[in-house]
């Protein structure tokens, strides 16, 4: 099946911890993308990669790494320097690039909650 | 920078009633358009999207939204509305240029009441 696959589903982790979030797709894309949902604020862009070895931040990448060092794979670590980790983390893909005209998709979300 | 704006954060409408939620978004060039749909313990779908052509675009499940270039809006519609449609609704922006991020807005909680 193609898609895209978040793992864990859900994951706890002690203040103070670093904790990395796995997010492989077997679509194809050059682009992928990491999202944090809270509610009532929708979904805020994290980091995102055009291509592999390259990657930009997003709106509220602060507390957060990531690395592209395979098409598929786009992994991003929370921090301890993350002031509010809690929340639900979405992964996504797409072809990517100005001249294309496809949508993102997106994984199943992994929870994250810091005790 | 781009951002996108969805007014209504909270709807909650009768089965058969009309719907139509606010997507408004701010970039001076060139975009894409997406609406996505959130259903209970289900991951984000898409709806509809919108690149060229035709401003009026038919989705899934008998939804369509409007491209409204001189507005910078692309609102989303429905005639009428089922308990099934009851999901939280995001619009998203896709900047066509180097970057494409892909920006969504804040959400609209939408219930549909039997």
């Known amino acids: 099946d193609g898609g895209i696959t978040q793992s864990p589903k859900y994951l706890f982790r002690k203040e103070g911890q670093n904790v990395t979030l796995s997010c492989e797709q077997n679509l194809n894309h050059d682009a992928m993308y990491w999202y944090r949902q809270d509610p009532g604020q929708g979904l805020r862009l994290i980091y995102y990669s055009q291509i592999v070895n390259d990657f930009q931040k997003g709106d509220i990448a602060e507390g957060y790494s990531v690395s592209r060092e395979k098409k598929e794979s786009f992994p991003l670590t929370v921090t301890s320097a993350q002031k509010n980790p809690t929340a639900f983390y979405l992964c996504?893909?797409?072809?990517?690039?100005?001249?294309?005209?496809?949508?993102?998709?997106f994984g199943q979300g992994t929870r994250l909650t810091v005790v | 920078a781009q951002s996108v704006s969805q007014h209504n954060h909270h709807v909650i409408l009768s089965e058969a009633a009309s719907l139509e939620l606010g997507c408004n978004y701010s970039y001076g060039g060139t975009v894409n358009l997406f609406w996505y749909v959130q259903y209970p313990g289900q991951h984000l779908q898409l709806l509809l999207k919108y690149f060229s052509g035709d401003p009026l675009v038919k989705g899934i499940k008998g939804f369509e939204a409007e491209f409204i270039k001189s507005k910078f809006s692309f609102n989303l519609r429905k005639p009428s509305v089922q308990w099934s449609d009851t999901a939280e609704y995001f619009c998203?922006?896709?900047?066509?240029?180097?970057?494409?991020?892909?920006?969504f807005g804040s959400g609209t909680r939408l219930l549909v009441r039997p």
């Open positions: 998203a922006v896709n900047a066509m240029d180097s970057s494409y991020k892909l920006i």
């Open positions: 996504a893909s797409s072809t990517g690039g100005p001249n294309s005209n496809t949508e993102a998709f």
